[in-house]
């Protein structure tokens, strides 16, 4: 996020609130199920495991930059956080959002929050060149996390969310993946952080990261990613906890008007829950 987006943000921040804290949502009659404009959607209470709303959620995918999830979830169990990465010159192969420069020296701790904060492809790239050796074998490293964890309908081609033939996954899948990431403490703090600064080893360059996901300027969510691509489109990852102590997890894939979109589905599980109650 922009320095300049900062003022869009807040204003979308307030629309959120606005909508989580209507007073429709504490009506006590089943509330209607909101019209769902995205290709696949999945939204669970992560307590109980029920779903309350899905659409599609076993179709495959694309799932853009929300492959970051199980980047960092292999980073963080395969390397110690205080690791000091050099970055290669073979990370650097796409557009450099951060101008890394190779040979610089970060922690790991900073480059996973570069790439879960601010999405960023080139500390992506230097962390699974980092923890596999070569991207290549990290990408293996991917896949046999995501067999593990018995993601059936998941399969990923690279460690950034590049569209890539194999490079899939599905809105059920990714839910299953982000509750197993939301366990780590450290990837949970990354993930709801607004802004954030990491500077090099040597302390000579500081860098100002912005997170990408303007649903973290209202108090209840609590992350978690968001991404883009071309084939892919808008793609977003929201958890949010309510007063009355429920988690609800939102997996939005291909969705158009994401703010609006995540922000209705999140007052439709609360008003649901609300109900149950």
């Known amino acids: 996020m922009s320095r300049s987006g900062c003022g869009r943000s807040l204003l979308v921040s307030m629309a959120v609130t606005v909508m989580l804290c209507s007073g429709d949502v504490y009506a006590q009659d089943t509330p209607a199920k909101p019209p769902i404009k995205a290709s696949a959607l999945y939204l669970v209470e992560l307590k109980s495991g029920r779903v309350l709303l899905e659409k599609d959620a076993t179709h495959r995918l694309p799932p853009a930059s929300l492959t970051k999830i199980m980047t960092a979830l292999v980073a963080l169990e395969s390397a110690p956080l205080q690791d000091v990465v050099k970055i290669d010159r073979r990370a650097l192969i796409h557009p450099s959002s951060l101008k890394f420069h190779s040979g610089e020296e970060f922690l790991l701790r900073d480059l996973v929050a570069a790439m879960l904060v601010a999405s960023a492809n080139d500390a992506c790239e230097a962390v699974a060149w980092h923890v596999g ?101 808008r793609c977003l990852i929201a958890s949010s906890t309510f007063e009355n102590g429920h988690r609800v997890l939102l997996v939005a894939l291909n969705v158009a008007d994401q703010w609006e979109q995540a922000a209705r589905m999140l007052r439709y599980g609360q008003a649901v829950l609300h109900v149950a109650n």
């Open 133 to 233: 050796g070569d991207a290549k074998h990290f990408v293996t490293m991917m896949n046999d996390r995501a067999r593990a964890l018995g993601l059936t309908n998941t399969h990923f081609a690279n460690a950034c969310g590049f569209d890539a033939p194999g490079h899939y996954s599905t809105a059920a899948d990714l839910a299953k993946l982000t509750e197993q990431a939301l366990q780590e403490p450290i990837f949970a703090m990354m993930v709801r952080t607004v802004m954030q600064d990491i500077a090099t080893v040597n302390d000579k360059r500081h860098i100002a990261l912005y997170n990408t996901n303007e649903l973290l300027l209202d108090r209840t969510v609590t992350g978690v990613k968001t991404g883009y691509t071309s084939k892919a489109g």
